[in-house]
């Protein structure tokens, strides 16, 4: 072999001062370093080189970026899949191989794993089960064999602790990978096939094939307290039975992995964040300081699916397009799943100080719970306007405010579409405070359906049921249909 | 046929593992009898007389610089192996950087938006095209609006597993040299943690939206700031500082999140930018900017390209004098942070008695209460820092002098008090009183106890 792959010098181990310079870190006959050697060569073999990210683990091998001449990446204790994954995405030309021990990929980094092995994106997993932790000083490793004698397992592995995983099978049945081998280093034959699989790997990923993952079963001379070839026979004649060679999944796929370059073009990405050159007409004659001086507060309260956010939402944007200040503040997390939902809304002349409305100048509710609730709060010489078709006894406030009972929901059944009703409610607000004219509503509500062009008319047609049932325009018709 | 090139071995590299001697169909290598006097290890010894050159015992070896084949006849003992191996097919060049662009973005009316959504199209228009993310509340949405609007960008989002693996996908394409982010909240931001160090330690660039809820443990969702101590003195483990940003407003949601691109690549490390749960949920005006942001590609990553193979992403230092020589080279940086980017926005503070100060939700009710009292003729004002990590106390030093009473307003425990105080402490500030307003829970404090506290405070005074 003439590798080129392996730097001429190991400036990063020691400075590559002295022998450092041209030997490696491991033990004698550590299976590492014949993995390493199959890396190098696949790399050479596929001349990729220049493309290449090798993200080391956490672990024995955590120096790896000692010895490959090509672009190095050391990663966080377990989670070399997934900073492999955001190599890949950054630049899809690349070709990354994460590189684990058994104690990174199958202890501390078993979603990190099994999550990238999901995805399926093409990456290369080189997996080093030597059956014990080397770095740390032979503990306990997920793959430790039953009765195997660790430092964390003195006594040998029992039952307790769980029995060996098997991760080439684990992966092997997920749907993402197309390939899942496991090698070893033991003897002639072995290390011949150890080769060809993970040069295999490699060529999946170079061809944007697949994930592919390659268990290596690898002496630890030092940790198992042998020779290196009494190791290379206890991998063979005690780990072999647990862990059995050969391929878990080879599974054809036609070349799919391709990403285009990002886009960074202006226009392309004003559209998609809605922004729009089109100045908007304003309609207010100027704030309405009537409602409140320099801040109006307003609350919508209702249930889910009431439409309480997306009025507050109109109400925002038809403020802001007077040149207002205005904010919404939604009720979200698991209040806003299913049961309540209410939203607080400020409209301010110049700025929004508090954005939260404990006492609102307006209420909107759009059932009983939240008029009784939130009803109280209302300031004195506030407005409440409520739903009269689903709130049939409202309760009664002695602080001053006015209050409307509006049949929201009935206009916007008899409408033949209930989900306007919020729109019903704006048609109310405006005719009951005036606090916006109605045209600039009407502007608010077209900005917001502008893709939905259709849906226009039944909206313009409910705000304008809300003023005319302000106005008592509005006959209640004598059996509810509710 | 073409005779094979046949091994030979540098003593001094081989460990004497013997892994090769079985692997020889031929028996042409023995465990040799003599210490190795640099290695204080046995070399094998070769006698290839029978060798076929198969090559069985260099693939058996695992040195890279142990067994090796003969390309040509020679006397090896007397080359040193830079020579030997003769020149390299593919030579290192020096990294350099593919530049980026600064595009013209027209004029646009007013957005009305959410805070979360701005601080995403903050981060489009920053180059921000790879998203990973966890869904947490109350900083989904910001993740949602990119994962709908990063594939017609051609960008990328991933939905990680965890929180652990998403800071450790940034990790990767920061690594890459290209802009990325997360949106999170605050337990998933203390998963983030042992990823952030190692981040700052690799000199990573990333930036982190953590919209800050009610804790400890899982708490609520309600707004708090009770992870300023976390994000200014607790960034993982080691050495950490981050630039840490305090939005007001949607407007600034977007604006600090393009800063935070800008300022997270000039200084290789990760800035995080905190708000309440409701800067990020509250909607309102968000005025887009004039130009976007085409990112290049730096010189220092790791792209996967032959103008960026020579180079490193890694946090490892075992000499212990490199460790330190890199702590001060980091700490050096946090400095410059310190010197240039204090930021803090000053409301009415020229020739204020009492400054309230605050930042996020509670700043804009502070900035209420200041302005209810000016009306009744107090000379209030408000400090609102907009960089929490550099505090800015360049800003605060000159206006102290008048300064009798600063008043705290936070949702938390004086997490931003205890900023303001070590501030003091470390300029030799002789420290006014300092009083606060505290709410916990998910309970911001109300401009009315501000207002009720600046007067309480106000009569001990006079
Ligand atoms: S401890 Fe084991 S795995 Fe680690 S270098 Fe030594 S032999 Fe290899
Ligand atoms: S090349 Fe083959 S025959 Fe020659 S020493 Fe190596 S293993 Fe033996
Ligand atoms: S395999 Fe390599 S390191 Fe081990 S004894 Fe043989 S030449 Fe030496």
Redo the contacts between chains.
């Keep these: 072999?003439?590798?080129?792959i392996?730097y001429?010098?190991f400036e990063?181990h020691?400075h590559g001062e002295g022998?450092k310079a041209?030997?490696?870190h491991?033990?004698?006959?550590?299976?590492?370093?014949?993995a390493?050697?199959y890396l190098?060569e696949a790399i050479d073999e596929l001349q990729i080189?220049?493309?290449?990210?090798l993200?080391s683990p956490v672990g024995c091998s955590?120096?790896m970026?000692y010895?490959f001449?090509?672009?190095?990446?050391?990663?966080?204790h377990g989670?070399a899949p997934?900073?492999?994954?955001?190599?890949?995405?950054?630049?899809p030309?690349?070709?990354?191989i994460s590189y684990q021990g058994d104690g990174d990929l199958a202890s501390i980094g078993l979603?990190?794993i099994?999550?990238a092995a999901q995805?399926g994106i093409p990456i290369s997993v080189i997996f080093i089960n030597n059956a014990i932790y080397g770095m740390t000083g032979g503990q306990l490793a997920p793959t430790t064999l039953m009765e195997q004698k660790t430092s964390t397992s003195p006594h040998g592995r029992n039952r307790i602790m769980g029995q060996p995983l098997r991760m080439a099978e684990m992966i092997a049945q997920i749907d993402g990978p197309m390939y899942v081998e496991r090698v070893a280093l033991f003897?002639?034959k072995q290390?011949?096939h150890a080769?060809k699989a993970i040069k295999k790997g490699i060529q999946l990923q170079v061809e944007g094939r697949g994930f592919s993952f390659v268990e290596v079963l690898a002496e630890c001379?030092t940790h198992l307290k042998m020779?290196?070839?009494e190791a290379?026979i206890w991998v063979r004649d005690k780990m072999l039975p647990v862990f059995p060679l050969g391929v878990k999944k080879d599974e054809p796929r036609e070349p799919w992995f391709k990403?285009?370059?990002?886009?960074?073009d202006?226009?392309?990405?004003?559209e998609?964040?809605?922004?729009?050159?089109?100045?908007?007409a304003r309609f207010s004659p100027g704030f309405p300081h009537h409602i409140s001086p320099s801040d109006i507060s307003l609350k919508l309260a209702g249930s889910g699916g009431d439409g309480a956010q997306t009025a507050a939402?109109l109400i925002?944007?038809a403020g802001?397009n007077e040149g207002f200040?205005?904010?919404?503040?939604?009720s979200?997390?698991?209040e806003s799943r299913g049961g309540t939902s209410y939203a607080d809304v400020h409209v301010a002349e110049t700025?929004?100080?508090?954005?939260?409305s404990?006492n609102p100048n307006i209420l909107i509710a759009f059932n009983a719970p939240s008029l009784a609730k939130f009803g109280p709060h209302v300031q004195n010489g506030g407005t409440i306007i409520y739903d009269s078709s689903i709130i049939t006894a409202p309760p009664i406030f002695n602080h001053g405010t006015i209050i409307y009972g509006i049949p929201f929901t009935q206009i916007a059944m008899d409408l033949g579409k209930v989900m306007v009703k919020n729109i019903v409610a704006l048609g109310a607000l405006h005719a009951a405070t005036d606090i916006f004219p109605k045209e600039t509503f009407l502007t608010a509500i077209r900005q917001a359906l502008k893709d939905k062009c259709a849906m226009i008319p039944i909206n313009e047609e409910a705000f304008e049921w809300g003023i005319r049932a302000y106005n008592g325009e509005y006959e209640f018709p004598g059996e509810s249909v509710l | 046929m073409k005779s094979r090139p046949k091994p030979y071995v540098f003593p001094e590299y081989c460990k004497g593992c013997g892994r090769c001697i079985d692997s020889c169909p031929k028996g042409c290598i023995t465990m040799g009898k003599e210490v190795n006097p640099l290695t204080g290890l046995i070399p094998i010894e070769l006698s290839l007389d029978q060798c076929s050159g198969c090559g069985l015992c260099i693939s058996a070896c695992p040195e890279p610089f142990g067994l090796r084949a003969q390309e040509t006849e020679f006397e090896f003992e007397l080359t040193d192996p830079k020579s030997f191996n003769g020149p390299r097919p593919k030579p290192l060049v020096k990294p350099f950087a593919i530049p980026g662009e600064v595009i013209p973005f027209a004029q646009t009316e007013s957005l009305v938006t959410k805070g979360t959504y701005a601080s995403a199209i903050g981060a489009l228009l920053a180059g921000c095209r790879h998203f990973f993310g966890y869904p947490i509340t109350p900083s989904t949405e910001g993740a949602e609006l990119m994962a709908k609007l990063l594939p017609d960008l051609d960008g990328v989002f991933i939905q990680a597993v965890s929180e652990v693996a998403t800071v450790n996908m940034m990790y990767g394409c920061s690594g890459a040299g290209l802009p990325c982010m997360t949106f999170t909240s605050s337990p998933g931001f203390s998963l983030m943690l042992e990823g952030i160090s190692y981040s700052i330690g690799a000199e990573l660039p990333g930036v982190f939206v953590n919209i800050m809820r009610g804790g400890p443990g899982l708490g609520n969702l309600g707004p708090e700031q009770a992870d300023i101590k976390l994000v200014c003195r607790g960034l993982g483990h080691g050495n950490t500082h981050a630039i840490v940003l305090a939005p007001y407003t949607p407007q600034e949601m977007l604006d600090l999140t393009m800063l935070a691109f800008e300022l997270t690549f000039k200084y290789r490390n990760p800035v995080i930018i905190v708000g309440d749960g409701y800067m990020g949920q509250m909607t309102g005006r968000v005025n887009l900017p004039k130009t976007m942001i085409k990112p290049g590609i730096p010189e220092w990553a790791v792209y996967g390209d032959e103008s960026h193979r020579g180079n490193l992403i890694c946090s490892i230092e075992l000499n212990e004098a490199d460790l330190e020589r890199n702590n001060i080279h980091i700490n050096n940086k946090y400095r410059q942070m310190t010197q240039n980017e204090q930021r803090a926005d000053l409301y009415h503070c020229d020739d204020a008695e009492i400054i309230l100060m605050a930042c996020n939700t509670p700043a804009r009710m502070a900035k209420g209460a200041v302005r209810e009292l000016r009306k009744q003729g107090l000379k209030v004002g408000l400090f609102r820092p907009i960089t929490l990590w550099p505090f800015p106390i360049d800003l605060l030093k000159p206006i102290l002098s008048h300064t009798k009473q600063i008043i705290t307003v936070e949702a938390g425990n004086g997490q931003l008090e205890d900023e303001l105080r070590m501030a003091l402490s470390h300029h030799n500030l002789e420290c006014p009183s300092i009083d606060h307003v505290r709410r916990f829970g998910g309970i911001l404090p109300q401009l009315k106890e501000i207002i009720e506290k600046v007067i309480s405070v106000e009569e001990v005074l006079a």
């Design positions: 072999m003439k590798s080129s392996f001429e010098k990063r020691a022998l041209n030997s490696t491991y033990c004698p006959g550590c299976g590492h370093g014949l390493h050697k190098a080189q220049n493309r290449t990210v993200v955590v120096f970026y010895y001449d090509v672009g190095n990446t050391q990663a966080a989670r997934a900073v492999a994954l955001g190599h890949k995405v950054a630049n030309e690349s070709i990354v979603a990190e099994i999550q995805l003897d002639n290390r011949n080769k001379p020779t290196p070839q290379e990403l285009n370059k990002p886009n960074f202006p226009n392309k990405l004003k998609l964040v809605g922004g729009t050159s089109d100045k908007v939402m925002t944007r802001i200040d205005a904010t919404h503040i939604p979200y997390g698991p700025e929004v100080l508090s954005p939260a404990p």
